[in-house]
Nanobody
């Protein structure tokens, strides 16, 4: 079992930056591909970014490509999401997730989820 705790959300003006962190429990963090998803009010949870077990492979949603960067530190059992050039449409609850051995853009590819951290971007 993996427990995930997100942090780093908050209120930021459009054009600003935030860095989200997701700390994982357990000694097997490096065996999981990790992902970030987000859910805006009234919308379904959507894929944002994913990273492979070693960090060598990453994929992004088109809406965040070039602005967001996912990374991980397996020694610290932590995955990060650096968010730059934030837009009001990025406002959402952001969730990290731990999956299987391979990256996935689908929610079904992940078995463990954090509680989420709120990101609000003002115009």
């Amino acid at each position: 079992q993996v427990q995930l705790v997100e942090s780093g959300g908050g209120l930021v003006q459009a054009g600003g930056s935030l860095r989200l962190s997701c700390a994982a429990s357990g000694r097997t963090f490096s065996s999981y591909a990790m992902g970030w998803f987000r859910q805006a009010p009234g919308k379904e949870r959507e894929f944002v970014a994913t990273i492979s077990r070693t960090g060598g492979v990453t994929y992004y949603a088109d809406s965040v490509k070039g602005r967001f960067t996912i990374s991980r530190d397996n020694a610290k059992n932590t995955v990060y999401l650096q968010m730059n050039s934030l837009k009001p449409e990025d406002t959402a609850v952001f969730y990290c997730a731990a999956g299987g051995s391979f990256t996935s853009r689908s929610r079904t590819g992940y078995n463990y989820w954090g509680q989420g951290t709120q990101v609000n971007v003002s115009s």
